[in-house]
Structures are given as structure tokens and as C-alpha cells.
């Protein structure tokens, strides 16, 4: 079973939608809200707000995607910079290594793979064409910038 359960932000005024259905699905998940909503740098930021259409490979029909996060962020420079943001087990943004004899693990694995990156492709282009930037955060990445 998942870790899950529903966020209390701090701060909820930075929260774009409502603040008290907040809802995490796994750890690294909440680790990223709490950065969210404790760093001076977001200035605003949202979960599941953003949704993106996209065609999936495996039934060739329309589906919507849900991006984990959307942030704006105070840049260096003193502009604001705004992010879609997932959050993923690193395993899932690898392609599955095939084994010698096909199981029912590896069709799963692959059939997330395949379906992951028609998502993230779909939130690329989409967030390009908005003049944003979309990136796909593992808990190699939370833990190293202690996010």
C-alpha cells in the first residue's frame, strides 16, 4: 500500500486551488509539497491543477494526465519561472530491462514505461508552448537538494 494521505500546508495562501484537499500519494511526493510550501523561492504552486491531454500508445485513444506540480519560482535574476513538475520512482523513468523469459512484472513495468512517456511528452509540449519548463523529479533528486 501507497503512502498517502492529505496535506496541511503551512503556508496556504502560496497554494493555487484549495488548500484543504491537498492530497499526496507517496512520500517523496509530500517531501516536495513541504519544500513547496516552506521555501522562500515559490512564490505559488499547485498539485494535480495542471492537466495535460495526450493519445496513449497501448489503446490509441485520448487520455488526460494529471501533473503532480505545477510551481512558480522566484529566479536568480529576480523573474519568476514556472514548472511542472513529476514526481516518480527513478525505476519508472527507465526504460525496463528485458528479461530472458517475459513476466507478468516486466509487461507491467514496460506498459508504465510506454505509458509515461507519451505523458511526458505531451507535458513537454505543452509546457514549451506556455514558455514554462516540465521535469520528471526522482528521490535521487529530493534527497540530494534536500527538497
Known sequence: MPYKGFFKPTNPTKYMGNPTQI???SMWERRFMKFCDLSE???RWGSEEVVIPYISPLDRKPHRYF???IVEMRTLDGGVKTMLIEVKPKKQTQEPKKPKRQSRNYINEARTWITN???WAAAKT???GRGWE???LTEDDLFRHKV
Open 126 to 128: 505543452a509546457a514549451e
Open 41 to 43: 523561492t515559490v512564490i
Open 134 to 136: 516540465f521535469r520528471v
Open 117 to 119: 512517456k507519451a505523458k
Open 67 to 69: 501533473v503532480d506540480f
Open 23 to 25: 492530497v499526496y500519494r
